[in-house]
Structure formats: C-alpha cells, structure tokens
C-alpha cells in the first residue's frame, strides 16, 4: 500500500514564526503535490513538484515556498506565518503516468 | 481560472436509494475527470476515474461524464449509511504532463438509515 505521512496531524504557530510541514512518500513517485484546504473553497494547490530540486506554482504560491531535495520528500515552508494560512494542509504524491493522487492524512495548522 | 461547481448540500438520501451527485467545469479542454470521498476529518481517497463520455460503472458507483455539456457526475446505488461523506469532483488537463488538478469544493452526502 501506498503510504503518505505527515509530519504533524496538529500544529500551533504563532504570527510571523516560520513553519516547515514535511510529507513523506514510500512509493518513488515523481510527483508530490501541497494542497490547502478551507470549507467552502475546497482544495487549493500551493506548489507541486515533478521531480527532486524541481517544483512548479499552484494556484495560491504567495507567503509559501517549498523544497525537496530526496525524491521522496516534499516540505512545505511558510516563511512568515499569517493568521489567513490557519487551513488543513494536505500532502499528495503521484506516479507519473498514473492518474491517481495518494493523500496524507493532514496538518490542520492554526496560526495565533 | 479554472473552476469547478459543486452544490454544497447537504444531499440527504434514505438508506438502499440513489445518490446523484453532479459536478459542472469551466474549462473545455478539461480531459481527465475523478470523484473523490472524503470523511470527516479523513483525507480524500479516489473513488471514480473517467476519461470519455459515457457512464463508467463499478460496482454501486456509475460514474457519468458529458463533455458537450461540461459535466460530470457520481451516480450511487443502494446508497447505504457508510457512503455518507464529502464528495469532490476533481479535474485535471492531462494525467501524464500536467500535473494540476482543479478540486471542486465537495458535495456532502447524508444516508439516512
């Protein structure tokens, strides 16, 4: 089975600190995705990632950045961290080739 | 900007009735379409996959997609009270080069028993 973890299920940071969620991948895909999570918008994709040192801008890049620098790790950094990043964080990962995304369970992070 | 329609719900179904769920896309060069259940507090789990018109059928899932019409939806049979949960239609432009899915924001089942 394909198994995604991550590194917290719950995280509370305060405004300005930085924050780092990792999401670990035991599959060997290419792809790893970051989504956030609000009621009512669905997921949105933050940055994802097609292969080591190489990453792509979602739809709402702006206060992340992300890094992976093993294939099988993708971490997700708030460099500032802002009350309006208080979200679910989920982790995905993909074979190319494959239309199917593996999820992790989630970070809900609340930013005071 | 790409979007992708959901009617929030709640849909509230009896128990052994079907469920129809329905999901509309913006963008008409979408080609890969995929319905997702979540449960509270769960993350989403891929149910449904489809690529052409016509209904995809698996088991008590009967995934339907209408490309002319810009639409997809999740039919479900004999709907019992363990379906009741979140379900997001998921589109993307290509599954092999293109990595970027477009989520809808979830259509909440409710299987009364």
């Known amino acids: 089975d394909v198994k995604v973890t991550q590194s917290s299920r719950y995280l509370v940071k305060r405004t300005g600190e930085k924050v780092f969620l990792e999401c670990v991948q035991d599959m060997d895909h290419e792809n790893m995705f970051w989504y956030r999570q609000d009621p009512g918008l669905g997921l949105r994709l933050i940055y994802f990632?097609?292969?080591?040192?190489?990453?792509e801008k979602g739809d709402i890049p702006e206060g992340y950045s992300v890094s992976r620098e093993k294939k099988e790790r993708f971490s997700l950094i708030l460099e500032s961290a802002s009350t309006n990043q208080t979200s679910m964080y989920l982790c995905?990962?993909?074979?190319?080739?494959?239309?199917?995304?593996?999820f992790g369970p989630g970070t809900r992070l609340t930013v005071t | 900007q790409k979007e992708v329609e959901q009617n929030s719900g709640p849909l509230s179904v009896p128990e052994g009735a079907i469920a129809s769920l329905n999901c509309t896309y913006s963008d008409r060069v979408s080609q890969s379409f995929f319905w997702y259940r979540q449960y509270s507090g769960k993350s989403p789990e891929l149910i449904m996959s489809?690529?052409?018109?016509g209904d995809k059928e698996d088991g008590r899932f009967t995934a339907q997609l209408n490309k002319a019409s810009q639409y997809v939806s999740l039919l479900i049979r004999d709907s019992q009270p363990s379906d009741s949960a979140t379900y997001l239609c998921a589109v993307t432009l290509d599954i092999y080069n293109f990595n970027k899915f477009y989520f809808g924001s979830g259509t909440k089942l409710n299987v009364k028993p």
């Open positions: 995905a990962s993909k074979g190319q080739g494959f239309p199917e995304q593996y």
């Open positions: 990632s097609y292969d080591v040192k190489m990453k």
């Open positions: 489809i690529y052409s018109n």
